[in-house]
């Protein structure tokens, strides 16, 4: 074993050790339906050699933690974290978890967007939505979107989400868009906000909204707002704080549990950005499912 591969067991093996410490094991606390984002722990599982490393000892830790499914975000044609779906399904299954969901895309080039052609594009969305399927997935999202720079380049997104939601909807699998903070920003030459915009112009059969309740406080905006201006658009939620969750003071996630519960919620994922440095990536996370659990406002499934 070389120099670098061993310092990373090391770390990797530091943070299983701490995440165990952040429950006692006396304390029972209720199960519920928590799913993570699997980009919360890209240091210690991100991409393809530190699945192969690290995923059997991460997966069985997050069970452990009272996760019950994970959403990934390391999708590439065939490939999910470098392993075929169906390889990443039963990864997850032996540790108790479910291949629930995935951030993955095809962006348009501006060539696409300039032509409204998105014939190369859904020929990508065939092989994706085929591999999203055999890995056992419910859910697809978009993580992010170009933003456009005009009224007319705003309506060829939505056409594009559209026929995306289409496809996916023909195969069994629903289609979402994740929220950052660029969408509460006004289109190009307009007075239309983005998201409004994009939720308005797209079928609600087609698509729903993955709302990231951190980044709409952080741009100025009410998750609970938007939740209840849309209702049943919003279902899911990423459950996100500037590091662990109510630690920060600026999210208040009760209302926005209650609001959504009347809003469609089918599921929540809990993504993490990193931490403040006082410890590990899989110590937040474990403290991010001890929360949710102990939170009386959320219920065991939405489902």
Same mark, same amino acid.
């Given at each position: 074993?070389?120099?670098?591969?061993?310092?990373?067991?090391?770390?990797?093996?530091?943070?299983?050790?701490?995440?165990?410490?952040?429950?006692?094991?006396?304390?029972?606390?209720?199960?519920?339906?928590?799913?993570?984002?699997?980009?919360?722990? @890209?240091?210690?599982?991100?991409?393809?050699?530190?699945?192969?490393?690290?995923?059997?000892?991460?997966?069985?830790?997050?069970?452990?933690?009272?996760?019950?499914?994970?959403?990934?975000?390391?999708?590439?044609? =065939?490939?999910?974290?470098?392993?075929?779906?169906?390889?990443?399904?039963?990864?997850?299954?032996?540790?108790?978890?479910?291949?629930?969901?995935?951030?993955?895309? @095809?962006?348009?080039?501006?060539?696409?967007?300039?032509?409204?052609?998105?014939?190369?594009?859904?020929?990508?969305?065939?092989?994706?939505?085929?591999?999203?399927?055999?890995? =056992?997935?419910?859910?697809?999202?978009?993580?992010?979107?170009?933003?456009?720079?005009?009224?007319?380049?705003?309506?060829?997104?939505?056409?594009?989400?559209?026929?995306?939601? @289409?496809?996916?909807?023909?195969?069994?699998?629903?289609?979402?868009?994740?929220?950052?903070?660029?969408?509460?920003?006004?289109?190009?030459?307009?007075?239309?906000?983005?998201?409004?915009?994009?939720?308005?112009?797209?079928?609600?059969?087609?698509?729903?909204?993955?709302?990231?309740?951190?980044?709409?406080?952080?741009? =100025?905006?009410?998750?609970?707002?938007?939740?209840?201006?849309?209702? =049943?658009?919003?279902?899911?939620?990423?459950?996100?704080?500037?590091?662990?969750?109510?630690?920060?003071?600026?999210?208040?996630?009760?209302?926005?549990?209650?609001?959504?519960?009347?809003?469609?919620?089918?599921?929540?994922?809990?993504?993490?950005?990193?931490?403040?440095?006082?410890?590990?990536?899989?110590?937040?996370?474990?403290?991010?499912?001890?929360?949710? @659990?102990?939170?009386?406002?959320?219920?065991?499934?939405?489902?």
């Amino acid at each position: 074993m070389n120099y670098k591969s061993i310092v990373l067991t090391l770390a990797v093996c530091s943070a299983f050790a701490g995440c165990k410490q952040a429950q006692p094991a006396e304390e029972q606390l209720p199960d519920k339906d928590l799913s993570l984002q699997l980009y919360s722990i @890209r240091e210690v599982i991100g991409d393809s050699a530190l699945y192969a490393q690290n995923h059997e000892e991460v997966l069985k830790q997050l069970g452990e933690m009272g996760y019950k499914s994970v959403e990934a975000a390391n999708y590439k044609p =065939g490939k999910f974290y470098g392993v075929s779906p169906e390889q990443f399904k039963a990864d997850c299954e032996a540790a108790g978890l479910k291949a629930l969901s995935s951030h993955t895309t @095809r962006v348009l080039t501006p060539e696409e967007i300039a032509n409204h052609d998105f014939e190369d594009a859904m020929k990508w969305w065939d092989q994706a939505i085929a591999d999203h399927k055999a890995a =056992g997935m419910e859910y697809i999202v978009t993580p992010w979107s170009t933003m456009p720079a005009s009224m007319e380049e705003a309506q060829t997104l939505c056409d594009y989400h559209n026929a995306i939601g @289409r496809k996916c909807n023909e195969a069994g699998l629903k289609y979402g868009y994740h929220t950052h903070s660029q969408e509460f920003d006004k289109i190009g030459g307009s007075d239309k906000v983005w998201m409004e915009y994009l939720v308005e112009n797209t079928d609600p059969e087609n698509m729903f909204w993955q709302l990231d309740v951190y980044l709409a406080v952080k741009a =100025g905006e009410s998750p609970v707002e938007y939740i209840k201006k849309y209702p =049943g658009r919003f279902a899911m939620l990423h459950i996100k704080d500037k590091y662990e969750l109510g630690q920060s003071g600026m999210v208040n996630l009760e209302p926005v549990f209650l609001a959504a519960a009347d809003s469609g919620l089918e599921y929540y994922v809990v993504e993490q950005e990193g931490t403040d440095g006082s410890h590990s990536i899989m110590e937040g996370v474990a403290m991010d499912a001890d929360y949710l @659990r102990k939170a009386d406002y959320v219920k065991p499934s939405y489902k």
